[in-house]
T-cell receptor
Framework: AQSVAQPEDQVNVAEGNPLTVKCTYS??????LFWYVQYPNRGLQFLLK??????LVKGSYGFEAEFNKSQTSFHLKKPSALVSDSALYFC????????????FGTGTRLLVSP | NAGVTQTPKFQVLKTGQSMTLQCAQD?????MSWYRQDPGMGLRLIHY???????DQGEVPNGYNVSRSTTEDFPLRLLSAAPSQTSVYFC?????????????????FGSGTQLSVL
């Protein structure tokens, strides 16, 4: 079965420093990978997706993600963190049955301190 | 732009009561789905629909019913609420593309319904 793992419950980073939120995946076939962000009391918002092509995917709000097939990873990155980036981040993979059914990770809380 | 609208935002039920969580989208999306979010478990798919009149089960369908009579609406029914159904529920929709088989379109989420079952 398709799955993703987010090994860190929380990531702490100082404003202005680079940030990385980790995600590893396990899939049958080609992976379709996504990152979503959830701000307090809000629904999830799409950040970026990897389907095929360049291993570095650029998304919303200055975020990018690096796809690494040999390490089965899809880490979310940003060169310079903002306090407003503090939120809950979810990695997701498309279910093998297709369509837009996604299997989500458990989420990583990002806390950016001033 | 309303997007995906969920009502109510909060609900408290007693064990055994029934209720319907409403979800409506105004983007003419073919695909709609319901997820529940529980601490430490991420989001889990309950039911989904690829178009009016078509529904299917997700990962955790027991205790929930859905129907899709229109493209816009996708209500989730709790038949007999149980404390295990205490959760935050999210409705999401997406464009399905030509032929209804697009697989890489992003999901648009509603703001959620926080449900407590006592």
């Amino acid at each position: 079965a398709q799955s993703v793992a987010q090994p860190e419950d929380q990531v702490n980073v100082a404003e202005g420093n680079p940030l990385t939120v980790k995600c590893t995946y396990s899939v049958s076939g080609n992976p379709y990978l996504f990152w979503y962000v959830q701000y307090p009391n809000r629904g999830l918002q799409f950040l970026l997706k990897y389907i095929t092509g360049d291993n570095l995917v650029k998304g919303s709000y200055g975020f990018e993600a690096e796809f690494n097939k040999s390490q089965t990873s899809f880490h979310l990155k940003k060169p310079s963190a903002l306090v407003s980036d503090s939120a809950l981040y979810f990695c997701a993979v498309r279910d093998i049955r297709g369509f837009q059914k996604l299997v989500f990770g458990t989420g990583t809380r990002l806390l950016v301190s001033p | 732009n309303a997007g995906v609208t969920q009502t109510p935002k909060f609900q408290v039920l007693k064990t055994g009561q029934s209720m319907t969580l409403q979800c409506a989208q105004d983007m003419n999306h073919e695909y709609m789905s319901w997820y529940r979010q529980d601490p430490g478990m991420g989001l889990r798919l309950i039911h989904y629909s690829v178009g009016a009149g078509i529904t299917d089960q997700g990962e955790v369908p027991n205790g929930y019913n859905v129907s899709r009579s229109t493209t816009e609406d996708f209500p989730l029914r709790l038949l007999s609420a149980a404390p295990s159904q205490t959760s935050v529920y999210f409705c999401a929709s997406s464009y399905s593309g030509a032929g209804g088989r697009a697989t890489n379109e992003k999901l648009f989420f509603g703001s959620g319904t926080q449900l407590s079952v006592l």
